[in-house]
């Protein structure tokens, strides 16, 4: 009931602590009515204020103006009814008025002067500074485009003030200053403090994160950009007050070569195209949102379904139209107001700007939306080498690229698709050649390149039926030898069905073994019976004349891969006939490829046996030959084969421990690979690789990067590797983790479990991406959110085997919403990890547990929580006491020790201050029995009591002494941090 001022000023206080929102806003107008019935101008003027409040951020700004001016007009009748707080809030919302009339384009323009005018003669009037005045001035000259310098070096030039915006921004406001004036560096500088954390508010660093994103990429300064994304989206996602904020997040996915992820944020947001109480910043967010539309529109995506305004089906094009033709009448309107042409000028340069990186950006998070949208460059590359010349003589470019394919040169496919548009041409007709051959031997060659395609799309069942087509043709060309070829290469196809790199191509199943990630993967056996058939055909076409020597080639290459395969199936401890097998398969591949003067082929066979080698931990072996068949590929001229020999040695260094020379390494392989544009190269896995070794080398920006790269490139395969990809993130959220970059970790997962792929993960793998999300949202004290995803994670291990998951998660869910004050669930979450524990003891959990839940209860209920509190130490001693009877490992000294401690802390809360004494002596006692490793916590033992001691009991010459011995210890301890802890409570102490 809302029938007293105390009852409304309870509820203000209430909805105070809401997030803003639709929620907080109705209740505000609510209360507003309800307070009107009172003739109390303090409880008005605070339900107005919320009321204003509520309005600004949630996308109504432009209601605020109309509320205000009721305050104010309470406070020309009534200024002794505010209270302090009030009083300054009349103050400093003129400014919010001044943006709002500003940023409405139906506000005159005189108007807002007039109001400018109002602010000044309020603030001299009080006594107040007047350099929030000239900030006015200056946001009005910006958005006009009107004596700009002037007004810039009227406000900069003058100190801050106590009306003055938060220093993060005024910060801001600089920054895009220089940002107009084209000067990113100088803009990025003056942002340094709030990007770095230094300095912020309810709003920041996350709108300074937004504003920097482009000026960002221009720099160079990409990790940056990608930290900046996805940390402040996630603060920006769905929020009204935010809306010009989605507007430049979206507008850096387009422009950084992410327009999936860019649609993703368009679906996301999409009841933001509501939000209209806000002109200037829907202008912001529909400008946006076009950049974005309009590029995916040059692309000729015009007929890709998006999301738009509620209540209509659109479309690239539909939306387009709808943006361009809104998003022009705003601007219009705004420059009718203004007199000058800047917002619209504004728009045109944003629109203007063409993609700023050559290659995608990898953000690290995976994009759902438009799984089908091509995720090549947003601008073309620059060739990193001169691509085999296309000869315009039909039969010569036929030739050219039979010779390619022979060398496995990475041209040849290119070659081979030219070769089917001319030849699929209404007026084509087939040259008389007998070098070309006839028409029937080029329709078998074309429909063996069609199934090498299918096959490098991973689509097994097609490429089999592609080459058994093939096979049909070449007989029909009366070519056996090649029909065998491929009837051989289907015995290996499937081998490995799903895994990354494509080992039934001609070309790269030669080399699959090189990618790591080919051959013992749950693949099936071989089937020998039918590999040997093909070999004896193949040996009695020779004979005849009947087999290309490539084609043998082949031929012995599908067993020496097979061979390859099974040994790698049934390692570390394959039957001596299998191991036979392999040497002998190989060892023929390989004399067979010297005797016939095949260098790549030759190169091949030693991959292979290098592969075994590594894989059976004979590392030196392994790298020698990789080494050595390096030298071979280069004396050979043939430079396109190193890439997968470079990854291969690459794995074996890192597994060897040589990170450092495995990063440059992999660097080389990768580069190798674009260089030649050897599309099949196994990307993805390289680059988790490189990851791993940035990592073990200290190099956390380079692991960073190759590990976002390395997730994007999986999710390019589509939903045959969403497992792989997500395995991926969970390794990059752990770096971002690791380096302090928490929100940026909680984006990473965030996309990997809120996505529909997610269940289809492995269920260990699911759980631990919640486990790490849970740990992520607790770091960034977002208690509720962790919570909720700490209790899916308690429902998703309850049936576990291993019930100790059961219990560490039911602990952890009990501090996450016992932080959140929702201590009903925090109560019934303890119950489960007792019930957890009792199944799988985890004595030391549950122990910390039940401290820090004793700890939190203190400081929530203060005195009044103190028996409950002793209560929760008290059974936390009890889970120790019941491990020692029954045998149970357990930390004692540092859970007696603990108990003890919290347990002074919480009676020196209550003001029992002997008692608390006497407890942390107790806890000092306990960790001596720890020896080294209780030095630490006997530290911070030692300063609480001397804190009790000298500030509590007066005692400071005894707290000066136990500190000066504690001094001692820790320095001799090698903990100078504790130290200086020690030492700067001393000297407080003693002065």
């Known amino acids: 009931m809302l029938d007293t001022p105390d009852a409304v000023m309870a509820a203000l206080r209430e909805n105070d602590a809401r997030p803003y929102g639709r929620t907080r806003t109705v209740t505000a107008e609510e209360l507003a009515d309800a307070a009107e019935q009172f003739d109390d101008t303090g409880v008005l003027s605070m339900a107005l204020l919320e009321l204003m409040e509520a309005y600004e951020y949630d996308g109504e700004r432009g209601k605020g103006p109309v509320v205000f001016a009721r305050v104010l007009r309470l406070w020309d009748t009534d200024p002794d009814g505010f209270g302090e707080w009030a009083r300054q809030q009349v103050l400093w919302r003129f400014k919010w008025v001044a943006d709002t009339l500003k940023d409405n384009p139906d506000v005159p323009l005189a108007a807002v002067r007039r109001w400018h005018t109002e602010l000044r003669d309020r603030y001299r009037a009080a006594g107040q500074d007047l350099q929030p005045y000239y900030a006015q001035r200056y946001h009005l000259a910006a958005h006009t485009g009107i004596d700009v310098q002037d007004a810039y070096e009227l406000w900069a030039a003058r100190p801050r003030a106590e009306l003055s915006d938060c220093h993060a921004c005024e910060t801001r406001a600089r920054a895009r200053h220089h940002l107009a004036a084209g000067d990113d560096a100088r803009a990025l500088e003056a942002l340094a403090p709030v990007l770095d954390g230094r300095s912020g508010c309810e709003q920041e660093p996350h709108l300074s994160q937004a504003t920097a994103l482009l000026a960002q990429l221009r720099q160079g ?152 949208l091509s995720a090549a460059p947003a601008a073309a590359p620059a060739p990193r080498r001169a691509v085999e010349a296309e000869p315009e003589d039909f039969t010569a470019l036929v030739l050219r690229a039979r010779e390619l394919e022979v060398l496995g040169h990475p041209d040849a496919d290119r070659l081979w698709k030219r070769v089917a548009e001319r030849a699929e041409a209404a007026d084509f007709v087939h040259p008389e050649s007998a070098e070309l051959g006839g028409p029937e031997r080029l329709r078998a060659e074309l429909a063996e390149q069609r199934a090498h395609e299918a096959l490098q799309r991973d689509a097994c069942e097609e490429g089999k039926a592609g080459l058994l087509a093939a096979a049909e043709l070449f007989e029909q060309a009366g070519l056996a030898g090649s029909a065998l070829m491929c009837r051989a290469r289907t015995l290996i196809a499937d081998l490995d069905e799903g895994d990354e790199g494509d080992e039934s191509d001609e070309g790269a199943e030669a080399e699959g073994a090189a990618d ?23 040996e009695e076409l020779r004979a005849g004349g009947e087999l290309a020597d490539d084609d043998y080639l082949i031929v012995l290459q599908t067993r020496a891969y097979a061979a390859h395969h099974d040994l ?21 591949y ?43 590929l280069d004396a050979a001229e043939l430079p396109w084969h190193t890439p997968r020999v470079l990854g291969l040695l690459g794995q074996v260094l890192l597994q060897g421990h040589e990170p450092g020379q495995a990063v440059e390494v992999f660097h080389r392989a990768l580069a190798e690979a674009v260089r030649w544009g050897d599309d099949s190269y196994p990307y993805a896995p390289t680059y988790m690789m490189l990851g791993h070794s940035c990592l073990q080398v200290g190099d956390l920006g380079g692991a960073v990067r190759a590990l976002s790269e390395a997730a994007a490139r999986y999710d390019r395969k589509g939903a045959e590797a969403v497992e792989e990809a997500a395995r991926v993130r969970l390794q990059l959220a752990d770096v971002l983790r690791d380096t302090g970059r928490a929100a940026d970790a909680v984006a990473v997962l965030e996309s990997v479990l809120l996505d529909a792929s997610a269940a289809r993960l492995d269920v260990r793998m699911l759980a631990q991406g919640r486990l790490d999300l849970a740990r992520g949202l607790s770091d960034l004290e977002e208690h509720r959110d962790a919570a909720e995803e700490y209790l899916r994670l308690a429902d998703l291990v309850a049936g576990w085997e291993d019930q100790e998951t059961h219990t560490m998660v039911a602990c952890e869910a009990t501090l996450a919403l016992a932080r959140a004050e929702r201590w009903d669930a925090a109560e019934a979450a303890l119950a489960r990890a007792r019930e957890a524990h009792g199944k799988a003891p985890q004595v030391d959990q549950l122990a910390a547990t039940l401290r820090e839940l004793a700890r939190l209860t203190t400081r929530e209920k203060g005195e009044e929580g103190l028996e409950a ?41 209550a003001g029992r201050h002997e008692e608390a004494l006497a407890e942390v002596e107790r806890a000092i ?67």
């Not at 790591?516 to 193949?538: N, V």
């Not at 390989?590 to 931990?617: K, M, N, P």
């Open 221 to 372: 300064r990409s990790d940056e950009a990608r930290s900046g994304h996805l940390a402040g989206y996630r603060h920006a996602r769905g929020k009204a007050s935010m809306l010009n904020a989605v507007g430049l997040h979206i507008e850096f996915c387009a422009l950084s070569g992410n327009e999936p992820r860019g649609l993703e944020l368009l679906a996301e947001n999409r009841a933001l195209f509501a939000v209209t109480g806000d002109p200037a910043a829907r202008l912001d967010f529909l400008t946006g949102a076009e950049v974005l539309v309009a590029q995916l529109a040059r692309a000729g995506h015009g007929e890709l379904a998006v999301s738009g305004p509620a209540g209509t089906a659109w479309t690239v094009d539909s939306l387009l139209a709808h943006l361009r033709a809104e998003g022009d009448a705003l601007a219009g309107r705004f420059d009718a107001r203004n007199g000058t042409d800047a917002v619209g000028a504004g728009r045109r340069a944003r629109l203007a700007v063409e993609p700023l990186l050559a290659e995608p950006l990898a953000l690290g998070v995976r994009a759902a939306a438009a799984s089908g």
């Open 516 to 538: 790591g990630e080919g051959a013992g993967r749950g693949g099936r056996r071989a089937d020998w019976a039918a590999l040997d058939a093909a070999l004896a055909r193949a």
């Open 568 to 588: 790698s199936e049934v390692l570390p401890e394959p039957a001596a006939e299998v191991t036979g097998r392999f040497e002998a398969a190989v060892g023929g």
């Open 590 to 632: 390989r004399r067979a490829a010297v005797e016939l003067g095949s260098e790549r082929r030759a190169a091949t066979s030693r991959q292979y046996t290098a592969d075994i080698a590594a894989r059976q931990g004979r590392l030196a072996e392994a790298e020698a030959e990789l080494r050595e068949v390096l030298a071979q």
């Open 869 to 909: 509190a002793l209560a929760l130490l008290a059974e936390a001693d009890a889970v120790g006491e019941a491990a020692e009877r029954s045998g149970e490992e357990y930390n004692s000294w540092y859970l007696r020790g603990g108990s003890h401690y919290e347990r002074a802390r919480s009676l020196a809360v």
């Open 925 to 991: 006692a306990e960790y001596e029995a720890g020896g080294v490793r209780a030095e630490s916590p006997r530290a911070e033992a030692v300063r609480l009591a001397a804190l009790i001691e000298g500030s509590d009991l007066g005692r400071t010459d005894a707290a000066v002494a136990r500190l000066a011995a504690g001094i001692a210890r820790c320095e001799a301890a090698g903990l100078p941090e504790a130290a200086e802890v020690l030492a700067e409570l001393r000297e407080r102490f003693a002065n």
